[in-house]
């Protein structure tokens, strides 16, 4: 009898346990999920699906969720414009590939269908997103949207997501997402590259408006590596989060408490590695807990130090800063940090200093030259029970006192363990490693992609080829001009992959590209998403007589650019640009170079700008360089400005532009009425240095900066000979050796700007040696 019973209880057992179904098409995937039943498992057939739509919208229960998965991880590939909406309660979707794509108008993973239909108790695992960035870096979209609640997001790899938007974002814009008990876990956020605007967060929790409601999401064990879109890594803006466990690796931002309060950050890992603009949290609004974190190697400072309390705004908007007050800092370790900063971000608007802040039981290795900064001179911190060891200084001040500290190895690191009741429990931190995090299925490509290192000689009697010859180059290559003459092209050189375009050595004169068509060309050379350029040896002639007319040496593309570009532009000339919009070199709305370099070259004869780099004016923060580098060059005989850098707005998101000019000449250049020579409007990081202004800027300025409070300005060992002013709102300029002497060239007239043996600036550069760009003279080529 108790035989019978069992195989009877088996078989209704076995019956009642649900078949896998396999679907092949976003259409019998819907219609299958509306239709199952708690425990079922629906399985999508291994393949490319191109532009799916996938809706999945399902009842399971906690203890028999419905499965959604591919027949084996990451066996379907989501391309071309494909989504997925979750509605519902207990659906589990696991090991899905998003690649080769873009989600177009949508996010790519939303927890609703619509208004009407959220997700709660629903799950996303061992998902990878990765090359699926919208091709404009400005156009915004999201990659994970969390709306309901009790919803999880783990195990998920996200690879540098290129364009405007957070990676990942929790939304409480509706009252059932809000005190949404949400996880995000043990997931691997794979780099973001500098956005050069706001809006790079890697991960944001609320919105302002509804900050001053609880989230009570938790982001836990997730391993963060060179997130550096913005300042803000994940960006906390609602109350009663916690932000744990986690790990960031050379990260160029922090963790932000920006609105909301009470929210708790414990136990992370701050991994610096002595990488620049490193940070780790900044503190603003009441009632929030920083404790047990451990801070190395953070070279941030500003917004990005490694702790950083903020000012607050009287009777602030909901939007602004509210008064950071009754915080509590404590039992954090700090490593060979650069700095922590308290009133960050004071300024005529953020005059309320931090109150009721109590920072204590912390332990500070080897700090640099201060403990900390207060903007305020102590007011509203209470420091207690810190200890600092291997600090340079000889006295500590109040409430720190020294100590030695013990090294451990814990996790294949040394970390100093606490002393004296102060600083992070590293033994007993659950200290993340990187294979932990992500999606396990998950391995990088390691395939080339084309790169190779070919030299393509070019003659001048296959000038016309060139266009179609730079096209078919593949990354990596060299192609070399080798003979001096005029190379006549009819056609712009569109370089879509890494160049080198160069003059061949011994060829005595520049190689001078004209433009040998009736038609008007936007630019010699084009620089297209995907690029990087370097140009040596090569003179650009923008106006030749009876032929079209060139509207830039070298231009960024006129379509919208999502990856960075690197140009390196040596021993070039350009002249004869004749027209108020044209320019040595421009770049166009929408493209953001990582670095410009110009060494060694002329720039003569240009109706417009030398460098234009001016194109974002949409007052944002956004702007067209991160780093612009010129040295040892000559502009002379320019109707506007040598270089127009522009940053307009007041955002505080992002680091740039910096902005380094050394070792220059610039005669007769822009002396229109409020003209500037360098007119460089919100430069963050500024040095000019060892340079003549001659005859230029005279119906304005030589220099004009309209800065923020806390940009760094220097101009130093510069002179300025019936120049105009050197401009800059706060007046902050560092450097004192300006100089209004007469150069003193060998043959001004002739653009021979080489000093005489008698001139007074021989000897009166940083260096103690001359001022100024060395000899360049026009057509002769000496490249090394």
């Known amino acids: ?13 076995i019956k009642c346990i649900a078949q896998p179904i396999t679907v092949k098409d976003p259409a019998a995937l819907k219609n299958v999920v509306s239709a199952a039943k708690p425990g079922d498992v629906i399985i999508l057939a291994n393949g490319e699906w191109k532009d799916a739509r996938l809706v999945l919208q399902g009842r399971g229960t906690e203890r028999r969720p419905i499965l959604v998965r591919p027949q084996t991880p990451g066996g379907v590939r989501l391309t071309g414009s494909s989504t997925l909406d979750i509605a519902g309660e207990y659906l589990v979707v696991k090991d899905l590939h998003f690649t080769n794509g873009t989600a177009r108008k949508n996010d790519v993973i939303n927890f609703r269908l619509n208004n009407d239909n959220l997700a709660n108790h629903c799950r996303i695992t061992g998902f990878v997103i990765d090359n699926y960035s919208q091709p404009d870096r400005f156009a915004n979209d999201n990659w994970v949207v969390l709306w309901g609640k009790n919803n999880r997001v783990d195990h998920c790899t996200f690879v540098n997501k290129m364009n405007m938007g957070p990676t990942l974002i929790v939304e409480l814009n509706d009252e059932r997402s809000q005190e949404n008990y949400h996880s995000i876990d043990s997931n691997y956020f ?87 603009f490193t940070g780790g949290v900044r503190v603003i609004n009441p009632g929030h807990q920083v404790f047990n974190n451990v801070f190395r190697d953070l070279e941030g400072d500003d917004f990005r130090a490694a702790l950083s309390v903020m000012n607050g705004v009287p009777n602030s908007l909901i939007n602004r800063y509210y008064q950071v007050k009754d915080a509590d800092i404590h039992h954090n370790t700090y490593i060979n940090c650069s700095s922590i900063l308290f009133g960050a971000g004071k300024d005529a608007e953020r005059t309320l200093a931090p109150e009721n802040v109590r ?26 029970n810190n200890a600092v060891a291997q600090a340079k200084m000889k006295s500590l001040p109040a409430g720190f006192k020294p100590v030695s500290v013990k090294i451990a190895r814990i996790k294949s690191m040394d970390l100093p363990l606490p002393v004296a009741d102060a600083g992070a429990n590293t033994q007993k931190l659950p200290l993340l490693k990187l294979q932990a995090a992500g999606a396990s299925w998950w391995k990088p490509s390691e395939t080339q992609t084309g790169v190779r290192n070919k030299r393509i000689i070019v003659p001048l009697m296959n000038s016309t080829k060139l266009a179609g010859i730079v096209a078919s180059a593949a990354a990596g290559d060299t192609i070399e001009l080798s003979e001096a003459g005029n190379y006549k092209i009819t056609e712009e050189l569109r370089i879509s992959k890494a160049l080198l375009i160069t003059a061949a050595k011994g ?27 370097s140009v040596k040896g090569i003179a650009f002639a923008g106006s030749t007589e009876g032929f079209g007319d060139v509207g830039a040496g070298i231009i960024t593309s006129a379509k919208p650019m999502v990856r960075h570009y690197k140009l390196s532009v040596d021993n070039c000339e350009f002249y004869d640009f004749n027209e108020s919009s044209f320019a040595g070199i421009k770049a166009l709305k929408s493209t953001y170079a990582d670095s410009i370099l110009v060494v060694n070259s002329m720039f003569r004869n240009i109706s417009g700008s030398g460098i234009d780099l001016a194109a974002e004016k949409d007052d944002k923060g956004t702007y067209n360089a991160e780093y612009t580098i010129i040295k040892n060059c000559i502009f002379t005989n320019i109707l506007g400005s040598a270089l127009n850098l522009y940053r307009g707005g007041n955002d505080e998101s992002t680091l740039g532009p910096f902005l380094v000019v050394d070792h220059c000449t610039f005669n007769e250049v822009d ?48 002179n300025l000979y019936q120049s105009g002013r050197i401009q800059s709102f706060y007046g902050r300029l560092t450097g004192r050796n300006i100089y209004q002497l007469d150069p003193q060239f060998e043959d001004r007239q002739n653009r021979n700007f080489s000093l005489k043996a008698g001139s007074e600036l021989i000897n009166k550069s940083s260096s103690g040696g001359i001022l100024g760009a060395m000899v360049i003279k026009p057509g002769k080529l000496v490249l090394n």
């Open 671 to 718: 002396n229109r009425e409020q003209g500037a020579v360098l007119r460089l409007l919100g430069v963050q990081s500024a040095s000019i240095t060892n340079s003549i202004f001659s005859f230029s800027g005279q119906g304005g300025r030589s220099v004009q900066f309209q800065e923020s409070r806390y940009d760094h300005l220097k101009v130093d060992f510069c």
């Open 359 to 384: 920072f204590r039981n912390n332990l500070i290795v080897a700090p640099r030259d201060t403990i900390y900064k207060d903007n305020n001179g102590g007011t509203g911190i209470l420091f207690m």
């Open 190 to 276: 794979k780099g973001r590259q500098r956005l050069g605007s706001n809006g790079g967060e890697t991960m944001r929790i609320g919105v302002s408006k509804y900050s001053l409601t609880p989230s009570r999401t938790r982001v836990v064990s997730n391993y963060f590596v060179r997130c550096n879109g913005e300042v803000e890594i994940v960006s906390v803006k609602s109350g009663e989060n916690q932000v744990s466990f986690n790990t960031f690796f050379e990260c160029e931002g922090s963790v932000v408490l920006r609105h909301g309060s009470r929210n708790i950050v414990e136990g992370n890992l701050f991994l610096g590695n002595k990488k620049p």
């Open 1 to 13: 009898m108790r035989v019978f019973i069992v195989v009877v209880c088996l078989a209704l057992y």
């Open 507 to 533: 060829t005595g004169s520049r190689p001078l590209l004209q433009n040998a068509s009736e038609k008007n060309l936007t630019a010699f050379m084009v620089i297209e998403d995907g690029a990087d350029l």
